[in-house]
């Protein structure tokens, strides 16, 4: 009986394209873990310039409605200005007529005039105090929305950028939440400012 010196020919090829079989299978199964990485990356880069060009809008409203604010507190003041100069005029005025009347004098008419006009003057410069000083607070809150928005846009942002050096998918969920978070501020600072537009008018009428 002779000894077999190695495997038949029909064995060496089985063996052979089982070799190769496994060979493919990790190269296809590389080919597509590269492949959804690579769709991964490419999502993710497209992601952050959407949350990147969205805090720069953000930071541009943001600084709008605090110049406005301190626009607005800045008016008020000087309304409250007038609205104090008025008054000492008024306490003048009144005292005046305190004085002629005590002495059995005819109070001038102009005196009258201008103490009816200061009385309207007051009333007037009040209600324009009052305004401006709510739109200043408004202002106010609308940057502090996108404030907010802002600072959860760039630490979304931050953490993409840590995901792509990690490799980590969920680093990358949790910055998109977060930068989902900063779009809601937008959009709801968006919305009251739709809201608020009435008073947004009464502020350009107090202007005049």
Not at 72 to 94: C, I, P
Not at 118 to 138: E, F, H, P
Not at 152 to 157: D, I, M, R, S
Not at 173 to 199: E, Q, R
């Amino acid at each position: 009986m002779s000894e077999r010196l190695g495997p038949e020919p029909h064995e060496f090829q089985e063996h052979v394209l089982e070799a190769i079989s496994e060979v493919k299978a990790e190269l296809d199964t590389e080919v597509a873990n590269e492949n959804r990485e690579h769709k991964w990356l490419k999502w993710l880069g497209v992601s952050t310039a959407i949350l990147s060009s969205t805090a720069a809008v953000a930071a541009m409203l943001g600084g709008y409605y605090a110049n406005a604010s301190s626009i607005s507190q800045s008016q008020a003041s000087d309304r409250l200005t007038q609205f104090q100069a008025n008054s000492m005029k008024r306490h003048v005025d009144e005292s005046v007529i305190i004085m002629l009347k005590a002495q059995q004098k005819p109070v001038p008419h102009t005196v009258k005039q201008d103490l009816d006009k200061l009385a309207r003057d007051r009333v007037k410069i009040k209600a324009n105090a009052t305004t401006l000083q709510a739109i200043s607070q408004y202002d106010l809150r609308q940057h502090n929305y996108f404030s907010y928005a802002i600072t959860a846009l760039q630490v979304g942002v931050s953490l993409s950028a840590i995901a792509v050096i990690a490799r980590n998918r969920r680093i990358w969920y949790l910055g998109m939440g977060l930068g989902t978070v900063g779009i809601a501020c937008m959009i709801f600072a968006a919305a009251s400012t739709s809201i608020a537009t009435p008073v947004l008018a009464i502020h350009q009428s107090a202007k005049k």
